[in-house]
């Protein structure tokens, strides 16, 4: 690649085989970044040579699942959740529980609440999950469905969205908490880490531009927010980091961290990661909310 700080086809056509050869958007944006460019205008033009292959590639297959926000302008934000306003009190009532509000950031959007779930249901979820653990995986980009990966060594169970009067309490107080339509959220992920297990760094939003990301669109659309709930304090280690923005947020029992991402680019500063445990186990219940119902 040449370092001309304009648009030029030959930019655009290093964007697309870089993308096509599994980088993520951040390293291509770290990369234009090192090569001179300024973020906006690297942002700008990582969105409109995606938003353009993405058309290419439906006008072949016929098929175009992705919202309408997100056909007519890639840069532009779409709506997320929005738990809690600036003049927030330190305790609000969120359905049947009353929740404490622990610290909130504005940019990224990351709110860390406290007492979200009693220490009863979170040995509830445990206990109701441990028997059905298989390895986890991620989404698999390339033809949609998932796949094991080696940057995720945790063990997992999908809980019915509500399958149980438990899981219904707590997905009904998540959707009141978070002031988003409860048939919005995906059915709630439980997860397993052993000692020195991790999820290293990595974003929870779909790269529209991937093979992969119609068949999940088709499903509700783009994920605009996470909920991570901790079901109990490791002995050592199991934080939750979020490296742009230098905070790690501790695996305490019964918190949970938001955060919203209002687009599918690294300048949401949403990459984050499930530090290494470093005794014990880590258990975790994981939220992932979409733009429309999710089915």
């Known amino acids: 690649m040449e370092r001309s700080r304009e648009d030029t086809p030959e ?9 096509e050869a599994g980088h993520s958007p951040h390293t291509l944006l770290t990369e234009l970044v090192t090569q001179g460019y300024a973020e906006e205008i690297a ?48 305790v609000i009532r969120s359905h049947d529980r009353d929740v404490k509000i622990l610290f909130s950031l504005q940019h990224p959007r990351v709110v860390l609440f406290g007492d979200l779930i009693s220490h009863q249901e979170c040995d509830a ?6 028997p059905r653990i298989t390895p986890s995986s991620v989404i698999d980009m ?24 438990l899981i219904a309490r707590i997905e009904q107080r998540i959707a009141a908490l978070l002031n988003w339509p409860l048939n919005h959220g995906e059915a709630l992920q439980i997860l397993r880490y052993e000692a020195g297990q991790e999820y290293t760094p990595h974003y929870d ?12 669109f088709a499903r509700g659309g783009q ?26 947020v501790a ?18 500063k949403t990459l984050h990661g499930g530090m290494p445990v470093g005794a014990g186990e880590k258990w975790v219940a994981t939220k992932w909310l979409r733009e429309a119902p999710h089915h």
Request: aromatic share 6%; no cysteine.
């Open 11 to 19: 930019l655009r056509r290093w964007i697309i085989r870089q993308t």
């Open 43 to 90: 942002i700008a033009i990582m969105t409109a040579t995606l938003e353009t292959r993405l058309s290419e590639i439906r006008s072949r297959t016929g098929n175009d699942h992705t919202p309408v926000d997100q056909r007519n302008d890639m840069a532009d934000a779409i709506p997320v959740p929005h738990p809690i306003s600036l003049s927030w009190p330190s």
């Open 125 to 130: 979820l445990i206990a109701l999950s441990r």
């Open 142 to 165: 390339a033809q949609g469905g998932e796949q094991r990966h080696e940057a995720r060594t945790s063990r997992r169970a999908a809980l019915t969205r509500g399958g149980t009067p």
């Open 205 to 216: 939003y779909v790269d529209p531009a991937q093979p992969g990301a119609a068949p999940f």
């Open 223 to 248: 994920r605009v927010a996470s909920l991570v709930m901790y079901l109990n304090t490791p002995k050592g280690g199991g934080a939750t980091n979020f490296p742009d923005i230098g905070l790690e």
């Open 251 to 268: 695996a305490v029992k019964g918190n949970a961290v938001f955060f919203s991402y209002d687009r599918p680019y690294p300048a949401t």
